[in-house]
């Protein structure tokens, strides 16, 4: 790959592209939000181990986004650089060991959509992973009982959706297994995904969560799907979706989107069309 594309595409990381995450906080309202690969070997539980120095790492914030530039698969070429440059930390944005596609929705707050989500996925025979706040699996305990009996993944996207390089590496720690110790206590689930919020991560930041027993899961495809007062139109967000379908991809999407509730079944289908299938 042309070392100038790489080192222009490493640049979309601080960009921030496509982050933003409707996170609700304990008023349950979406604008009450907190700010303050290959993998190459499976991450050490932290409580097992001596105490480490993470001030060896560097704690520069990076905000993630897939960028539009692809190869000749249409793999997006910022995902590719993520995996190869992070995957040492246990980390990716697209699955390179497979041609499936994996569908992620983070669950910030309840819209009124995830019933209508998982009803399709059901009836597409579709397994997806929802990333959730601690707040969301408290609120919401029936819809998180629900994807696990129909066989979906769910994963932690934090207690309090922090920005991880903005935290001290122990606050960081506390931020993935105060969730993890919730859903084992509550469902009974060992969760091994991880989604910093806003997808900012920070090489300190990957390795923290790594020694807590996760691989961090990002992403290959995003859209601008989360502004509830600015939905998409549905028939460009088919087309748009299904053009963007390469090996391995991983999307993601908000379950808070009208649109993502209305298209979901005719993207699934578009997509299988493409050639396709999910995981």
């Not at 209508?116 to 996925?121: A, C, G, H, V, Y």
């Not at 600015?230 to 908000?254: F, R, T």
Request: aromatic residues 10%; proline residues 3%; contains cysteine.
């Amino acid at each position: 790959m042309n070392k100038l594309i790489l080192a222009r595409l490493a640049a979309v990381f601080t960009a921030g592209v496509l982050t933003a995450c409707g996170i609700a906080g304990k008023s349950g309202k979406k604008d009450d939000i907190h700010d303050t690969t290959t993998v190459e070997a499976e991450p050490v539980m932290m409580s097992t181990q001596a105490a480490k120095d993470y001030s060896v790492l560097s704690a520069e914030k990076h905000g993630y986004g897939q960028g539009v530039q692809v190869d000749e698969k249409n793999r997006t070429i910022g995902a590719l650089v993520f995996n190869k440059t992070y995957g040492k930390y246990y980390a990716k944005a697209l699955n390179e060991d497979t041609d499936k596609i994996t569908l992620t929705f983070d669950q910030g707050y309840e819209n009124g959509y995830t019933a209508k989500i998982l009803d399709t996925l059901k009836e597409k025979n579709v397994k997806a992973v929802f990333f959730l706040v601690k707040d969301y699996a408290e609120r919401n305990p029936e819809l998180v009982r629900r994807m696990i009996d129909e066989g979906h993944t769910i994963a932690n996207h934090s207690v309090n959706h922090y920005s991880m390089p903005t935290l001290a590496p122990d606050v960081a720690r506390s931020e993935i297994m105060g969730l993890h110790e919730y859903i084992i206590k509550n469902f009974g689930i060992d969760m091994k995904l991880f989604r910093p919020p806003m997808g900012e991560f920070s090489e300190q930041s990957l390795a923290v969560t790594s020694d807590c027993g996760y691989q961090t899961m990002l992403w290959s495809f995003a859209y601008a799907d989360w502004d509830v007062d600015d939905q998409p139109d549905p028939a460009e967000s088919i087309e748009k979706l299904k053009n963007a379908a390469h090996p391995g991809a991983i999307y993601l999407l908000h379950s808070v989107s009208a649109t993502n509730a209305e298209i979901l079944g005719d993207m699934i289908d578009g997509i299988r069309e493409e050639g396709f299938e999910f995981n």
